[in-house]
């Protein structure tokens, strides 16, 4: 990999990630390198500035974050085909992230990046779009959305809670109308995230599905369903005539729906390319680590009880 230009982003309001951000920029530009650098959080979204400043092929996207930082960085980045380094600088779950303890030697990075000693996890995204008009000759309105998690369609009122009525289509099929609090759209990295909390079913990363998971349905027989990744989802939100409705990627307000719009959802060209420094990666060592798995209460041994 060659380092030319390089962007650094780091979490908002966090002194050690920036503290972090500003070495790695000195280290960088020691060795020639052009770096475009900038705190990312709720109110800071450097990556628009970033894109439209570089003067050449941006070769690497440093992240200094949690996984929240990563997510953004991966729906700015990866459609423009950009890998991603993620270290863990004031994150929590760090499901997407390398660990810090193998960013301590940074100048061992820089050489291991330049030598191309390292791998990558590439990830599967989603796009979006809203619609209108004829569904046999539908007409896109406004941009095209990505996530690396989930799509989420659901209300989002100052003053109540309510019920949306969403009716979901998947390569021109009717697959169901629910009745529930929103419904997500997801990846298998989004599996492990809002989806399992909406019980939803956890997905290998390493697979392209996409799963369709209604947020508290209320009928018992609404469940979640996994169908391939080239399937085509249309979803119509229903009964809301005061534009409580809106699409959110990865947990970040996109768009508001108004009454006869649907949102297309449909996997999206480009995936997410994240760099791994780990000489070795286990997504079910993850799952135990980062989720707290326990296991069963005795542990045994054959026929033998450990514990």
């Not at 953004?72 to 390398?98: D, K, W």
């Not at 508001?256 to 995936?271: L, N, Y």
């Not at 286990?282 to 514990?307: C, I």
Request: glycine share 8%; aromatic share 8%.
């Amino acid at each position: 990999m060659e380092l030319k230009q390089v962007i650094i982003a780091h979490k908002a309001g966090h002194n050690e990630s920036k503290t972090y951000a500003e070495r790695c920029a000195r280290e960088l530009e020691a060795r020639g390198c052009k770096v475009l650098m900038g705190p990312s959080g709720i109110k800071d979204n450097p990556y628009p500035v970033f894109l439209a400043s570089a003067t050449e092929k941006i070769d690497l996207a440093l992240v200094l974050g949690g996984d929240g930082t990563t997510l953004a960085a991966a729906r700015h980045l990866s459609p423009e085909g950009i890998p991603i380094l993620s270290v863990n600088v004031g994150g929590h779950l760090g499901f997407l992230t390398e660990p810090f303890d193998l960013f301590q030697d940074t100048q061992t990075v820089w050489d291991r990046l330049s030598q191309d000693r390292y791998a990558v996890s590439q990830r599967m995204m989603l796009a979006a779009s809203l619609f209108e008009g004829d569904r046999r000759d539908p007409q896109m309105v406004g941009e095209t959305y990505y996530c690396l998690n989930e799509m989420c369609i659901k209300p989002a009122s100052i003053d109540r809670m309510p019920t949306a009525v969403i009716e979901v289509e998947v390569d021109g099929e009717l697959i169901d109308q629910y009745q529930c609090d929103g419904l997500l759209v997801a990846t298998p990295t989004g599996s492990t995230c809002y989806t399992s909390s909406a019980n939803g079913p956890i997905l290998h990363p390493g697979m392209d599905a996409i799963v369709i998971t209604p947020i508290c349905p209320l009928s018992l027989s609404s469940r979640p369903i996994v169908i391939p990744p080239g399937s085509s989802v249309n979803i119509w939100p229903l009964g809301d005539f005061e534009l409580n409705t809106k699409l959110w990627t990865d947990g970040s307000l996109a768009t508001g729906i108004w009454p006869g719009q649907r949102v297309g959802v449909w996997m999206a060209h480009q995936e997410a390319q994240f760099i791994l420094l780990r000489e070795s990666y286990s997504f079910y060592k993850t799952l135990r680590d980062k989720l707290q798995w326990a296991g069963a209460r005795f542990l045994y041994d054959g026929n033998n009880k450990v514990n």
